[in-house]
């Protein structure tokens, strides 16, 4: 294997590949909790050395374990990592058997219980769930939709293998007319629509990323359907039991007003609206897609399309 200098459109050059090794810490007591052990530094630092990873502990007294990782073991993210590496060292047939300290009881998630609800109401209303890609190309996510990368939201891939494949997606809109494009030539109207996560940059979390529940749908048929896409929000709204209210009122519930979404028709498309006794929050939106969108996915026929966060109803 011989080294290969690559040189990046933005003008930096790297070696590859890069055979250097790089460190990460982990603490005893974090290993031992972990693993229901109650090894001693110097023990971790064997277990490890057993696992090709050379470790060291800085001094005596030290609790925390330094760790060299080679550059064949990009497997290695987190301290949990290295954690299981001690456990695999260690033998799993060797951790003594204990009793839980608490009682639990396993159940689902609320945000995957309101998220099969609102999937169920849905295909009951003669809807059709697809499940598209969670990655997109950056045009897709953005240009596509009349909108611009403000490089604060979406999460890139450092090296995508191909152009469909570049970015997270921050909309579920991007994979659903998708979708209708590859299935233009099915009988009209075409109903569809999605529950999934997607992802937004958040450098206040540990992993610097964060999941949001959103729901999508869209109606394409000869005509836009608006009053379809319009009557859907009500359906999933009384559903939820959640109020239809007037913005100038106080009482809990939900609002419509006029959208400034580029990625709809102008003066054709709205915003959800969430009150509770805490706050006011936009959570939605819904309307006629703009034609430029619909020209960048190709399909030519008008659409609806509706999209909102879920986890604001927990």
């Known amino acids: 294997v011989e080294p290969v200098k690559v040189t990046y459109p933005d003008g930096k050059c790297y070696n590859y590949p890069d055979l250097s090794t790089r460190k990460m810490s982990a603490k005893v007591d974090y290993i031992n909790a ?139 809109l991007p994979g659903i007319l998708k979708t209708v494009r590859e299935n233009k030539k099915h009988a009209l109207p075409i109903k569809v629509f999605e529950v999934s996560d ?24 000869k005509v836009s359907g608006f009053e379809f896409i319009h009557g859907l929000v009500n359906r999933i709204m009384d559903m939820l039991h959640i109020t239809l209210v007037l913005k100038t009122c106080t009482e809990d519930g939900y609002f419509i007003e006029e959208s400034t979404d580029p990625t709809y028709f102008p003066n054709r498309s709205a915003d959800i609206f969430l009150r509770t006794s805490e706050n006011t929050k936009k959570i939605g939106s819904f309307g006629i897609l703009h034609p430029k969108v619909l020209e960048s996915f190709e399909i030519i026929y008008p659409c609806s399309a509706l999209e909102f966060h879920l986890g604001a109803f927990l």
């Open 34 to 172: 972990c693993a229901g052990l109650n090894l001693k530094p110097s023990e971790i630092v064997v277990l490890l050395n057993r696992m090709s990873l050379f470790a060291k502990v800085e001094n005596d007294d030290s609790k925390e374990i330094i760790v060299e990782i080679p550059p064949s073991r990009a497997d290695i993210l987190h301290a949990c990592d290295i954690m299981e590496d001690v456990t695999i060292a260690y033998g799993f047939n060797n951790i003594p058997k204990t009793m839980p300290s608490s009682a639990t009881v396993g159940k689902a998630l609320p945000i995957n219980k309101l998220s099969d609800l609102v999937r169920r109401e849905l295909a009951l209303s003669g809807w059709t769930e697809v499940l598209p890609l969670i990655l997109c190309s950056h045009d897709e996510n953005f240009a596509y939709l009349n909108k611009k990368d403000d490089n604060l939201t979406a999460v890139k891939l450092a090296n995508p293998k191909t152009a469909e494949y570049q970015v997270v997606r921050t909309s579920l």
């Open 198 to 221: 997607v992802v937004f940059k958040d450098d206040s979390l540990e992993r610097r990323a964060r999941n949001e529940r959103n729901v999508c749908a869209i109606y394409c048929s």
